[in-house]
T-cell receptor
Framework: DSGVTQTPKHLITATGQRVTLRCSPRSGDLSVYWYQQSLDQGLQFLIHYYNGEERAKGNILERFSAQQFPDLHSELNLSSLELGDSALYFC??????????????FGQGTRLTVV | GENVEQHPSTLSVQEGDSAVIKCTYSDSASNYFPWYKQELGKRPQLIID?????GEKKDQRIAVTLNKTAKHFSLHITETQPEDSAVYFC??????????FGIGTKLQVIP
């Protein structure tokens, strides 16, 4: 157990819908990262938050948005869902300040299926 | 932005042989290079990492080398075992902690 909690574990929804994925980082971790992993694909970096502020953006679609709350949990919002958005979405957290790169601990992921 | 290339995409080795996975990166500002192992249906887990001020790091059967001048780093697994079978991802972390992963290498260790 990495200490990073993601909910829900599985989510099935229809095209055009909106969903929210939730991530609780390890206790004390200030950084939260979101990744998308499509079938047989690598890990695509979406976005990074540190202590409530957006720090870096990857190839995140405009239909996707995220935020990190004062209690440090984060939510990834996916809207106007398309079949191609079906993927495993991982959240990861790390403890260090932004100027010190360090290991990221991954949650178990949320498997999103868009039908 | 950063671009990380990883190869090979698949690798089959006999049990006991060595496996080598290579990655190159483009952003000279990248200074942290972790390697993750992802078993089927599970989350990625860090197996070893290296920082830009170090050329080589070893942990039992696993080692990583970094060539900053050439901007490439490699994962070496010696005496491979069936439980080493997994997908391995390299990553490069540069400015503003933007983490870029390679596409992954599916390693199969044949008993």
């Amino acid at each position: 157990d990495s200490g990073v909690t993601q909910t829900p574990k599985h989510l099935i929804t229809a095209t055009g819908q909106r969903v929210t994925l939730r991530c609780s980082p390890r206790s004390g971790d200030l950084s939260v990262y979101w990744y998308q992993q499509s079938l047989d694909q690598g890990l695509q970096f979406l976005i990074h938050y540190y202590n409530g502020e957006e720090r870096a953006k990857g190839n995140i679609l405009e239909r996707f948005s995220a935020q990190q709350f004062p209690d440090l949990h984060s939510e990834l919002n996916l809207s106007s869902l398309e079949l191609g958005d079906s993927a495993l979405y991982f959240c990861a957290s790390s403890p260090r300040p932004t100027d010190m790169n360090t290991e990221a601990f991954f949650g178990q992921g949320t498997r999103l299926t868009v039908v | 932005g950063e671009n990380v290339e990883q190869h090979p995409s698949t690798l089959s080795v006999q049990e006991g042989d060595s496996a080598v996975i290579k990655c190159t990166y483009s952003d000279s500002a990248s200074n942290y290079f972790p390697w993750y192992k992802q078993e089927l249906g599970k989350r990625p887990q860090l197996i070893i990492d290296i920082r830009s001020n170090v050329g080589e790091k070893k942990d039992q059967r696993i080692a990583v080398t970094l060539n900053k001048t050439a901007k490439h780093f490699s994962l070496h697994i010696t005496e491979t075992q069936p439980e080493d079978s997994a997908v391995y991802f390299c990553a490069a972390t540069g400015g503003y902690q933007k983490v870029t992963f390679g596409i992954g290498t599916k390693l199969q260790v044949i008993p």
